[in-house]
């Protein structure tokens, strides 16, 4: 389950936040995202994003037992275009 909400900053700025939560195969994992954007042009932008992934996993037990919890985050830096 997710939910994204994008708006316009002005002529040329734009904002977008976006998020999720899931158990599908994992125990529990999240993502966050927010991102900042500039329109170059009608069908172009640049954007700075910044990204948290968060996974939390086990199976198994004894021997086999698998386990991965991590979280991971850092910058993006995107160029977009449009048709």
């Not at 009608?42 to 386990?67: F, M, N, W």
């Amino acid at each position: 389950m997710g939910v994204e909400y994008r708006a316009d900053l002005g002529s040329r700025w734009l904002l977008s936040l976006r998020g999720d939560v899931s158990a599908g195969g994992s125990d529990f994992s999240w993502y966050a995202n927010a991102a900042v954007g500039y329109r170059l042009g009608k069908s172009t932008a640049v954007a700075v994003a910044y990204r948290i992934l968060s996974v939390d996993y086990e199976s198994g037990t004894g021997l086999e037992r698998r386990k991965y919890d991590v979280v991971t985050n850092g910058f993006a830096l995107g160029l977009a275009f449009g048709f």
